[in-house]
């Protein structure tokens, strides 16, 4: 199986600055992390993932790093805006295709 | 983003009621896959499918919950006797490539 772990559990930043949360995993054979958004009342939406064979993704002001030895991956969400308040999950996948989940990020944007 | 389609997106049950939900996944993804999402944001996988087959599954010791993917028909979800407990957000994904997971709108059980 697999557990991740996942902090912050709250986040709170100012508009424009830089948010980090990180995911630790347990299984060295997990190879695919996607990170979701999810706002109040919605369902969690796919934002950035990165597999295995990879370091370091970035797109649209967000960017995620992968740590295989460390079994450690973050998301580092650049000039943070009002909009980008949700809760954020991160997750893992080994060989058996279901996520496990991580125990969520309330990020907080205070214009 | 999502073109996954879940019904009801709101359900209302009394305890020991059925609750039966659907899933259509987006056109193309041969996997399938429901979670339930608690109070707590706690995530908890139940079953995936690919095409009509179940490729893993939770161990439904209750046997309370069923689900399947019939051929040509949407993919359901079914609690037989409704718990308080089970109240949840009831997701379900499908996924193209059996990593990449695309989640419908959610169906919302509450069990009074």
């Known amino acids: 199986g697999e557990q991740v772990e996942q902090l912050p559990s709250i986040l709170r930043v100012q508009e424009g600055s830089s948010a980090s949360i990180n995911c630790t995993y347990e299984n060295s054979a997990s190879n695919y992390f996607p990170w979701y958004k999810q706002e109040p009342g919605e369902n969690p939406k796919l934002i950035i993932d990165i597999r295995s064979n990879m370091e370091r993704k970035q797109t649209q002001g967000l960017i995620v790093l992968l740590d295989k030895k460390a079994k450690r991956f973050s998301l580092h969400i650049t000039d943070t805006q009002p909009g980008d308040s949700a809760m954020y999950f991160c997750a893992a996948i080994n060989m058996g295709y279901k996520l496990t989940f991580g125990t969520g990020t309330s990020l907080l944007v205070d214009p | 983003n999502s073109k996954v389609i879940q019904t009801p997106r709101y359900l209302v049950k009394g305890q020991g009621q059925k609750a039966k939900m659907r899933c259509i996944p987006e056109k193309g993804h041969p996997v399938v896959f429901w979670y339930q999402q608690n109070k707590n944001n706690e995530f908890k996988f139940l079953i995936n499918?690919?095409?009509?087959?179940?490729?893993?599954q939770i161990d439904m010791t209750e046997k309370r919950f069923s689900a399947e993917c019939p051929s040509n028909s949407p993919c359901s979800l079914e609690i037989q006797s409704s718990e308080a407990g089970d109240s949840a957000l009831y997701l379900c994904a499908s996924s193209g490539n059996q990593d990449t997971q695309y989640f419908g709108p959610g169906t919302r059980l509450l069990v009074l």
């Open positions: 499918f690919q095409n009509q087959e179940v490729l893993q």
